[in-house]
């Protein structure tokens, strides 16, 4: 089965320091998003992304966020100055289609420590 | 706003026992529920999923979850548990209309003894 891939799957920064964790969506899908989940804590989403334009964002993803699809290929997320509360597993996931035929396929995420 | 709650962040059973795990939604509109499974050092992958259709839906690996809007629930059962079941449980909500992301639980990790 086709699977979404991400990269790495750790990722330790200092606090203040640029982080980007990079995904690779299934190839026909048109819809992609990253969560995260903070230890202990709810999956929580950060964004979504269809057409080359974000669709829909949640409070935590600030000013500080930013997500790119540079090459068609791969969907990347930058956290331009990272705080420790930013410490979390990223999940990227993407979809064929939304709606009742929904189905997101998700990566093995990225273990981010900020210290 | 629509939420999940999940009952238990942990759940312990014998290996042939029932498994069930409990999640129950708030949505102002008809929802969609989902829940997916996490094994270690893997992505969430969807078990099953209820968009408005039957209100039993059976998804992979022998489980099933129920629609009961009486009761906000969407239960996941599994009727023996196998070891390989063992992992992190999500449920999710998302509303019918519009573009709205799917919200998570916060999650059941499920063990099974042997």
């Known amino acids: 089965e086709p699977e979404v891939t991400q990269t790495p799957s750790h990722q330790v920064t200092q606090m203040g320091q640029e982080v980007i964790l990079r995904c690779v969506p299934i190839?026909?899908?048109?819809?992609f998003y990253w969560y995260r989940q903070i230890l202990g804590q709810k999956v929580e989403f950060l964004v979504s992304?269809?057409?080359?334009?974000?669709?829909?964002k949640s409070e935590i993803f600030d000013d500080q966020f930013s997500v790119e699809r540079p090459d068609g290929s791969n969907f990347t997320l930058k956290i331009r100055s990272t705080k420790l509360e930013d410490s979390a597993m990223y999940f990227c996931?993407?979809?064929?289609?939304?709606?009742?035929?929904?189905?997101?396929?998700f990566g093995s995420g990225t273990q981010l420590s900020v210290l | 706003a629509q939420s999940v709650t999940q009952l238990g962040s942990h759940v312990s059973v014998s290996e042939g026992a029932l498994v069930l795990l409990r999640c129950n939604y708030s949505?102002?509109?008809?929802?969609?529920l989902f829940w997916y499974v996490q094994y270690p050092n893997q992505g969430l992958q969807l078990l099953l999923k209820?968009?408005?259709?039957?209100?039993l839906v059976k998804g992979i690996n022998g489980f099933e979850a129920e629609f009961k809007k009486s009761e906000t629930s969407f239960h996941l059962t599994k009727p023996s548990a196998h070891m390989s079941d063992a992992a992190e449980y999500f449920c999710?909500?998302?509303?019918?209309?519009?573009?709205?992301?799917?919200?998570f639980g916060k999650g059941t990790r499920l063990s099974v003894i042997a």
């Open positions: 996931a993407s979809s064929e289609d939304q709606g009742t035929n929904e189905k997101l396929f």
């Open positions: 190839s026909n899908h048109l819809y």
């Open positions: 992304f269809y057409n080359n334009e974000i669709s829909e």
């Open positions: 949505s102002s509109v008809p929802p969609y």
């Open positions: 209820y968009t408005s259709a039957a209100t």
């Open positions: 999710a909500v998302r509303v019918t209309s519009g573009n709205t992301p799917l919200v």
